[in-house]
Structure formats: C-alpha cells, structure tokens
C-alpha cells in the first residue's frame, strides 16, 4: 500500500507533495510506469507483471521531489501475486538519481521551503492509497 503526503510551507503556502513506494513496469519501450490502480491498468499491463518499487520522495540537496527506483526485480511478477505475499520486500533507504543524497518521505518541519528559503513544511494531508 502506497502513501501519499501533503506538504505545506508554513510561511508562503508552498505545497510539496510526496508518495510510495508505488509498482513498476517496462512498457513495450523499456520505459518505467507505475500502476496507480489495478482496476485501471491495462491487460497487457497486467500480463506483463511489475519490475519493482519507486517512490517519489523530496531531495534536500535537489530541493524539489524526484523518483528513485528502490527495487528493481531481477524477473517481473505477478502484481496480485507480489501483494499477496506475506513479506513485501523493505525498501533500502531512497537516495537521489541525480546528486545522491538521501531522499525524504517525511517533511514534517525538517525542511526548508525552496520557494521562500524561510518558511518549514507541515503536514496538511495524508492519503493511503
């Protein structure tokens, strides 16, 4: 099950939105996608299988929200299977593709706003999805 949080700058308002981990999977161009709902996905999708997990979490080094493959599946599964099983794989901790620092699923007052460099995040909504 995915999460999704809200962020929000207490001095201007800026919103950070945050969530995962999240499935993936090659499209037919070797490209990753993710699978929001299995109600919606495609049967190709379906048959294919997923490849691992993402999430797309807040680099304080980048500033601004990135997606980081945490798991990548040595052969696609099942999706219903991989969430059927008793033991979800844990999720090494998130580093950042682009400067390597580690990423942050939780903002709650530890950040700096990049829009306004005074303001710190707060948590103005959660979802689990």
């Not at 099950?1 to 700058?9: F, G, I, L, V, Y």
């Not at 997606?67 to 794989?89: A, G, R, T």
Request: charged letters at 30%; a positive charge; one cysteine or more.
């Amino acid at each position: 099950m995915a999460t999704r949080a809200e962020w929000k700058c207490n001095n201007c308002g800026h919103i950070v939105d945050t969530s995962g981990p999240w499935e993936l999977y090659p499209n037919t161009a070797e490209k990753r996608r993710i699978y929001w709902d299995p109600r919606s996905v495609s049967k190709k999708a379906r048959k294919s299988g997923i490849k691992g997990y993402f999430v797309k979490w807040y680099c304080p080094q980048c500033r601004t929200v990135v997606d980081s493959v945490e798991i990548e599946l040595e052969e696609q599964v099942d999706l219903y299977e991989q969430w059927n099983k008793s033991e979800m794989p844990l999720l090494p901790k998130a580093l950042c593709p682009a400067c390597g620092a580690g990423l942050k699923g939780d903002l709650n007052g530890s950040e700096i706003c990049p829009k306004c460099n005074r303001g710190k995040f707060e948590l103005s909504n959660r979802w689990w999805l």
